[in-house]
């Protein structure tokens, strides 16, 4: 049993649990707290890693810098590339090929219109 102490100034208990405030959390409590507490925490993480993400930027490319080519048969994408590119790197152009074009593979098929990216 814990005995409780009635004085002019306020209660005091001898029981260890004794809150000065007055209030206990219950279960209820206790979890809407840390709901409370992990909501903040995911708002907080995202505003953070939306942060890390601000200084990257995409620069859409020029209107003009494309050519537009026709592909006829028996053409691949390295001779389309090597008609181009003369005295360059041919696999970054014909890399560069497949990603404007999103391509799946660097099969093409004749009568297929092709954008080839101009230096």
């Not at 206990?24 to 809407?32: C, D, M, T, V």
């Amino acid at each position: 049993m814990s005995a409780i102490t009635l004085t002019n100034q306020g209660v005091y208990a001898s029981n260890a649990n004794f809150r000065p405030s007055g209030t206990q959390l219950n279960r209820r409590g206790r979890l809407a707290r840390t709901l409370v507490a992990l909501s903040l925490a995911i708002v907080l993480a995202s505003l953070v890693s939306a942060k890390a993400g601000a200084g990257t930027e995409v620069v859409p490319a020029a209107a003009g810098s494309f050519i537009t080519i026709t592909v006829a048969p028996g053409e691949t994408l390295w001779s389309l590339a090597a008609r181009v590119e003369h005295d360059g790197d041919l696999r970054s152009l014909v890399s560069e090929i497949v990603s404007v074009n999103s391509l799946a593979s660097v099969d093409l098929t004749a009568g297929q219109k092709i954008r080839i990216p101009l230096k």
